[in-house]
């Protein structure tokens, strides 16, 4: 993800076909080097020439003048050749990036294929992504909710500091602007969403049991959820749009 995020500069290896050392050309003796033969064709309105691919040269003018042992009538061998790639930011599973030329050489000198990548995309630990928005689910225990605390939260980036304000519900939704994915085709940044969610503790000791039996009827802990505490649905709605 976070390669994802920035674009990075990979190297890999890749086993295409180039000419095999050694191999030596000639001009083509049946087109001369021009890759195409004219042929003089008797029709009803007279002659007329007509030009088609040199099928000794495959177009290409050329032919193999020398090769050594081992190297077929394509003059081409396989090699391993490590290629830097710029995998750039913003892509996405399934993207194809194709590097012009760096494919399979053809034979006789023609113009070489091109690499094509195919994008696979790893699932992050820590991040799931929404377009270029990054979504994080912070779990924070019941007394930062109701008391407010600076956290440490991870980011693309590295850590930053975020507020936890008095009173903050389960389900909100924190945003840090720009700390999402780069666009592919703008430099525009996505944001990290930031999915908080109130831990309820598993395990109490008797003490702490004490302490919150002696909160449960308090009026402040009573549920009362207003019109800003939206629900589940509306949230998503708010952020996806
Ligand atoms: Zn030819
Ligand atoms: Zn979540």
């Known amino acids: 993800m976070q390669e994802i995020a920035s674009g990075i500069e990979k190297k890999i290896k890749v086993k295409r076909l180039v000419t095999a050392p050694g191999v030596t050309f000639k001009t083509c003796n049946v087109c001369n080097g021009s890759g195409k033969v ?3 064709v008797n029709t009803m309105l007279g002659q007329m020439v007509s030009s088609t691919v040199c099928h000794h040269c495959n177009g290409t003018g050329q032919i193999i003048d020398n090769k050594p042992p081992g190297v077929d009538s394509t003059g081409l061998q396989f090699k391993e050749e490590i290629i830097k790639i710029n995998i750039p930011s913003g892509v996405g599973d399934g993207m194809q990036l194709s590097m012009t030329g760096k494919g399979n050489e053809s034979a006789g000198g023609g113009i070489s294929g091109d690499l094509l990548i195919l994008i696979e995309e790893k699932d992050d630990d820590d991040f799931k992504r929404d377009g270029n928005n990054v979504v994080y689910d912070l779990y924070i225990n019941f007394t930062d909710a109701a008391l407010g605390n600076e956290l440490e939260v991870p980011t693309l980036t590295g850590n930053v500091k975020i507020k936890i304000p ?9 945003r840090l602007r720009g700390k999402g994915i780069k666009d592919l ?5 996505g944001d990290q969403l930031i ?5 309820t503790p598993k395990k109490l000791t008797t003490e702490e049991e004490k302490i919150l039996s002696q909160l449960k009827n308090s009026k402040n802990f009573k549920p009362s959820p207003g019109k800003s505490d939206k629900g589940f649905f ?8």
């Open 38 to 40: 004219s042929k003089v």
């Open 166 to 174: 008095p009173g903050t519900q389960g389900g909100k939704i924190f």
């Open 185 to 189: 085709n703008s430099s525009v940044a």
């Open 195 to 199: 999915h908080v969610n109130i831990w």
């Open 234 to 241: 509306e949230k998503i709605r708010d952020f996806m749009s």
